[in-house]
């Protein structure tokens, strides 16, 4: 299974990367090889499996609604590559999806 | 060609609860300083698991039951992936193909207050669903051109409700009806405070035209960014007409995202092909749910009792019209303020005395409330403050007129009904002839009021009998004041 260029740019859009055009071509063929992997799996006969969210076999871990305190301000900002005032800046996207 | 409009609804309510939907931060941020409410989990930070919020998922089970809804028995989390700043992980963990309530219905009733009659309507309700809020945006513009946006994480992981209807609504006010239903429904369960202009209650709207009769329609919209009920309802009139417009004029519409401006338009959210590309695949760090009937029954007995059949009991009880019963049950606080004075008004009669205090909840309480902007359950005039003014009114202590100026006074003031009227000197007057003296001044000092009347004016009365409730502070019952002027004029003819 080859991915087009088309599909590689596509998936690169949603995850707001940009790539060059050499990328696109490596990119391509590795994700082709992700899905030839996938391809064999395919293979198998599920007919009677049900499909399943989740490999472990746990259910209904909850939590009491409990408040706990929140990180200092200091700590929450830390990693921000910009900031202004308590809060992080970022560039203005316009037209949300 | 006639069209009929055709709305559905998604609404998002944030839940009541104490943390946040995956983390144990406070989920109340409205007097918190931005980004205080933040931890790894909800700031996104890798390699952080979520946990569930037991209550969020009980206060959903309560809704969807509310709204009559089935629960299946198995439910979990996906992942919706999309990039925006106000979304920390690049993915919303929210519920795609199981989510907790499936196929309910509310019904409508489109009361007329003018023929007091009401026609019900039956809106089926999709899917009832969880997810987890985003963070707030503030945008800034610099004054040469550019902008950008501040991120407060605070709202980010905060339990947010959804609730999609199928697209049975048939006009803008059928809308606007749902959601005053669904805000009436969700307050009485106590899972949200269903606040729009706060943003704690939002309404998206899908809409598009159809010609009568037929089976396809034409594109639908979805419109957004209305925070009011009644930005909803301008909107849906707003997209209604402008839609039968474009096909009248032979025009072609596309389906599309058009938000509301408060101007009153909806313009286009040009929105990329790519847009409604959200991956959806199920949340690895969180299991699966089964949902247990019995834990779905042990809810069900802990629902309140819920408007409708409420109205159905106050009519039972006190007689109430069907019309009056429907809006004071509208809102919680109010069937429980009618309630408390009912209780403190007891006796024989109750039928009579309800609609005397129902008249007063709707009337010029409602109004003053309304002038003032206050809730009534905030109000200085607690339900023993009322009654006490409605016992002097029924023993002839205090006049209609003079009532409202002492519920204004309590209003304000908190004094109680009796010191008021000893303070203020409002006793009713009841006796003729200590209403005579004040009739003839008036008529003294107005000549040509009477000289009008004299004449045929039949206003002039009323006029005169306007000066007398002046002069008296209202203190005379209007009727007697009429009855002595008529009488005193009439010796003058
Ligand atoms: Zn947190």
Redesign the interface.
């Known amino acids: 299974m080859i991915l087009s260029q088309e599909e590689v740019n596509h998936i690169a859009l949603l995850a707001r990367l940009g790539l060059s055009n050499e990328e696109v071509e490596r990119f391509r063929e590795q994700l082709s090889n992700i899905l030839e992997n996938f391809a064999i799996l395919q293979e198998v006969d599920t007919t009677d499996v049900p499909p399943t969210a989740q490999p472990i076999p746990l259910q209904n871990i909850l939590r009491q609604d409990d408040v706990d305190s929140s990180l200092p301000c200091e700590e929450v900002m830390a990693n921000a590559p910009r900031r202004e005032g308590n809060y992080f800046r970022v560039k203005s996207v316009l037209g949300k999806s | 060609m006639d069209y009929e409009t055709i709305i559905g609804l998604e609404i998002h309510s944030q839940l009541l ?3 946040k939907m995956f983390c ?3 989920a109340d941020y409205t007097s918190a ?8 989990i909800c ?1 996104g930070m890798p390699g952080v698991l979520p ?7 009980e206060y959903v089970i309560m809704t969807a039951l509310a709204l009559n809804c089935s629960i299946p028995e198995f439910t ?1 989390f996906d992942r919706k ?5 106000d979304l920390m992980k690049g993915y919303q963990i929210s519920q795609y193909d199981f989510p907790i309530g499936v196929r309910g219905h509310v019904t409508l009733e489109m009361g007329d207050a003018k023929t007091i009659s009401v026609t019900r309507r039956e809106i089926r309700i999709t899917r009832v669903h969880l997810e987890e809020d985003v963070a707030k945006l ?2 800034r513009d610099i004054p040469w051109g550019d ?7 605070n709202r980010s992981g905060v339990p947010l409700m959804e609730i999609v209807t199928e697209p049975d609504m048939r006009s803008p006010e059928e809308a606007r009806q749902l959601l005053i239903k669904l805000q009436s429904i969700l307050r009485y369960l106590g899972v949200s405070t269903c606040n729009m202009e706060e943003g704690s209650f939002r309404c998206d709207a899908n809409i598009s035209i159809r010609p009568i009769g037929a089976k396809e329609g034409f594109a639908k919209a979805e419109v957004k960014n209305m925070n009011s009920f009644k930005a909803v309802f301008l909107a849906l009139e707003y997209e209604a007409i402008r839609q039968r417009k474009v096909v009248e004029q032979g025009g072609h519409l596309i389906q599309e995202t058009r938000g509301w401006l408060e101007e009153g338009t909806t313009v286009s ?4 092909e ?4 959200y ?1 959806y695949f ?1 949340e ?1 760090d ?5 949902i247990n009937p019995s834990w779905v029954e042990e809810i069900r007995s802990q629902l309140p009792e819920l408007p409708e059949i409420r109205q159905e009991r106050l009519v039972e009880q006190y007689g109430l019209s069907f019309y009056d019963a429907s809006i004071l049950t509208s809102s919680k606080p109010l069937a429980d303020y009618f309630e408390s004075c009912m209780k403190l008004w007891q006796g024989d009669d109750q039928e009579r005395k309800a609609k005397i205090l129902s008249n007063w909840l709707l009337g010029d309480f409602a109004h003053l409330l309304n002038e003032n902007n206050i809730e009534i359950d905030e109000s200085r005039v607690t339900p023993s403050h009322l009654i006490e003014l409605l016992k002097l009114i029924e023993e002839g202590a205090v006049s209609g007129p003079a009532a409202k100026k002492i519920i204004e006074d309590i209003f304000h003031t908190g004094k109680r009904a009796g010191d008021i009227v000893v303070q203020q000197g409002l006793t009713q007057i009841t006796d003729a002839s200590d209403i005579e003296v004040t009739v003839k001044q008036v008529i003294g000092n107005h000549p040509q009021a009477v000289s009008d009347f004299i004449l045929g004016k039949q206003q002039a009365l009323t006029f005169l009998v306007g000066q007398i409730m002046r002069m008296t502070k209202g203190r005379v019952n209007p009727k007697l004041a009429n009855e002595v002027m008529r009488r005193e004029l009439e010796k003058l003819c």
Request: glycine fraction near 0%; charge should be positive.
């Open positions: 609860t104490r943390s144990r931060c406070a300083s931005p980004n205080t409410h933040v931890c790894p700031l946990t569930i919020n037991r209550k969020a998922i979990k992936n999309y990039p925006y700043p503030v945008h902008s950008y946006s501040l991120v407060d994480v959210q040009r929105s990329k790519y847009a409604h590309d991956r199920p690895p969180l299991p699966p749910l089964t």
